[in-house]
């Protein structure tokens, strides 16, 4: 009887081991408990936190998160940019409306107390905390045709990947579509409009900031860490992002940002409607 030969059993036992060793050595895996993040806050208990990883350079994550979720975005470098997606978990025909977003807070320029909202009303996320001040809800994030024209290359696994390549990929793994990707907002690189219309490139705030958003809902997040499609450098550039997630709670009424203005708390009553009436 012929033997058995080893040498497949060594191939697959080689390459277990490198993949183990790629996996450990690597800055982009989520830290499994988050509370072994180097970078966890020191003032939040271990037991809450739930969520912390480092997005790449030209890389993406995506969550899905209990409402009352703290999502913490960290610039490490002062090159970050965060483009941020958010639908509704429930129901992710209901999803972040930019016009609306603008429009109800009568205020363009995101920043703290901010709300993130839907076009059904509802305020989807808020931003608890802001250290930047440079964001955009003007330009959205890169197209493929936009950064294979700059760059010469958009594809997800390639040195250039655009925005919505890697929305697309974030979106799949949720059952969601190219069709279902709504205009994006964006953190950490800035956007102002000048007196005759034009778009006034104000880059970043340097390394280190940070923007808090408190899910108003079960949320789906989809981030995309890739350059801004007006940032005048001619190289792709772009930074670690940290991301960390931690229990928190909602906005309630006695909140100085669910009553600012007359159109906001109806919007923080919407939700609030909403999510007793669905047992959350």
Not at 32 to 56: G, H, I, M, N
Request: proline residues 8%.
């Amino acid at each position: 009887m012929a033997q058995r030969s080893e040498q497949p059993l060594a191939d697959v036992t080689r390459a277990r081991e490198n993949a183990r060793s790629r996996a450990a050595e690597s800055p982009w895996m989520p830290y499994l408990p988050a509370s072994t993040a180097p970078f966890a806050p020191s003032d939040v208990a271990a037991e809450d936190l739930r969520w912390a990883e480092t997005v790449a350079p030209g890389g993406y994550t995506h969550l899905r998160v209990a409402r009352g979720t703290r999502i913490r975005l960290t610039d490490v470098s002062g090159d970050a940019c965060a483009h941020v997606l958010v639908f509704n978990a429930i129901t992710p025909s209901e999803r972040l409306n930019v016009a609306d977003t603008q429009k109800i807070p009568w205020q363009a320029y995101l920043g703290e107390g901010h709300p993130l909202l839907s076009g059904d009303g509802r305020v989807l996320a808020t931003i608890a905390a802001d250290t930047s001040g440079h964001h955009d809800a003007f330009c959205g994030t890169t197209s493929d045709a936009w950064n294979s024209q700059k760059y010469g290359d958009a594809a997800p696994e390639g040195p250039s990947p655009s925005g919505q390549g890697l929305f697309t990929l974030a979106g799949v793994k949720h059952g969601l579509t190219f069709r279902d990707l709504p205009p994006a907002v964006t953190f950490f690189q800035g956007i102002r409009v000048d007196a005759d219309g034009a778009l006034d490139w104000q880059g970043s705030a340097g390394p280190g900031t940070h923007v808090d958003l408190v899910a108003e809902l079960p949320l789906i997040i989809l981030i995309a860490n890739v350059p801004h499609a007006r940032d005048p450098r001619a190289d792709y550039v772009v930074g670690p992002l940290q991301v960390v997630a931690r229990a928190s709670r909602p906005t309630a009424p006695d909140d100085a940002v669910f009553s600012a203005t007359p159109e906001r708390e109806r919007a923080y009553r919407n939700t609030i409607a909403y999510a007793e009436l669905a047992g959350l």
